[in-house]
């Protein structure tokens, strides 16, 4: 039983992680309509700011020329990181990097677990922003209905812009918290912006709620495919994607997501 606990603490702390990398992708995806194929690279980006210290033209593009923009971003970001910092590995190391929380016989790491409540933390703050400013409000218009914002005389162009950068510095924010538990090299963003994607659709499009569920519930059973018999950790991100396409079945708007 206590091995069970120690593998559902960890997945939600995992969890907690995809919740702070997705939050931004989230926010960009759902009110520019933008699949941000740059965001792992933006991930990247506040991982190597953390180790030094310690889209305007695209508001009425189709799906598709967002899709190879934002690769094409991605490939520059990652060739100046690349330049800048070599492909060699790097990571940040603290006193309490191999430090946990001892209950009975479950480990709760200090990392993660910071990790997961600056997720949280960040998740507060974008709901405020999104729920408690006119700025928030104009996002949250937009992503409902760009051309009755537009009517009321709400600027388009300078909203997405912001909302584009308030999604990367998201998006920094996470990669920071990632480089305290792992190395880091300019494409190691890669697959956060897959498993972004993921989290997104499993929680479903539109609420701050809804990525918070969805990140936490991919980590659980990332976690918890990996610790069954008989597999390894080769397979957990394949059962996680398999449970995605299950749940996409039975609801094919996420667990949360809005209905309209």
Do not use: C, K
Request: net charge positive; aromatic share 10%.
């Amino acid at each position: 039983m206590s091995q069970f606990t120690q593998q559902v603490i960890l997945g939600l702390l995992l969890g907690g992680i995809y919740v702070a990398v997705a939050l931004g992708f989230s926010l960009v995806w759902g009110v520019l309509n933008i699949v941000n194929l740059a965001h792992g690279a933006l991930i990247m980006v506040g991982s190597y700011i953390t180790w030094t210290l310690f889209v305007n033209r695209v508001i009425r593009a189709p799906l598709l020329f967002t899709f190879l923009l934002t690769f094409g971003i991605n490939l520059v970001i990652v060739s100046l990181l690349l330049l800048l910092f070599t492909a060699d590995f790097r990571s940040v190391t603290t006193t309490y990097s191999g430090a946990g929380l001892h209950l009975g016989s479950v480990v709760i790491p200090y990392i993660r677990l910071g990790g997961l409540l600056v997720a949280l933390v960040l998740a507060g703050i974008l709901w405020l922003i999104l729920n408690r400013t006119r700025i928030g409000a104009g996002i949250l218009a937009v992503g409902a209905d760009r051309d009755a914002a537009q009517l009321v005389g709400i600027d388009l162009r300078h909203l997405y812009a912001l909302t584009f950068a308030i999604g990367a510095a998201f998006a920094g924010v996470a990669g920071g918290i990632i480089s305290t538990f792992q190395s880091i090299t300019p494409t190691a963003g890669d697959p956060y912006t897959l498993q972004s994607f993921a989290v997104v659709i499993l929680g479903g499009l539109g609420r701050v709620s809804a990525t918070i569920v969805g990140g936490l519930a991919f980590g659980l059973i990332e976690v918890l495919g990996q610790s069954a018999p008989g597999l390894g950790s080769g397979y957990a991100n394949a059962i996680a994607f398999v449970v995605l396409v299950l749940v996409l079945i039975v609801r094919p708007r996420g667990l949360l997501g809005r209905l309209a």
